[in-house]
């Protein structure tokens, strides 16, 4: 997830995710102020879509190793962007 600070080159959350599953949420949601883009939609679509403020995944890493990390904000958004493709979910 890149970093929204301009000055920074340096992502706030990188990993690969295999088989991500949101363990639990916020109940305050937000969304993105100029909508969600998404390479996979071939139009211009706004993209506001509401999403949990803050996520707790479970996720395994490609050696096996189940992690579990908790992301708020740009990353958590991004994120369950990310899930909803997974869930076949446009």
Request: charged fraction near 25%; include cysteine.
């Amino acid at each position: 997830v890149p970093s929204q600070d301009p000055e920074s080159s340096d992502p706030e959350f990188s990993a690969i995710l295999v088989n991500p599953k949101i363990v639990s949420h916020s109940v305050q949601q937000t969304c993105l102020s100029d909508g969600e883009g998404c390479l996979s939609v071939d139009r211009e679509v706004p993209g506001y879509v509401p999403r949990h403020k803050r996520v707790t995944l479970e996720y395994y890493e490609l050696s096996g190793e189940k992690k579990k990390v908790r992301l708020r904000d740009f990353p958590a958004i991004v994120v369950q962007h990310e899930i909803d493709h997974l869930n076949g979910v446009m």
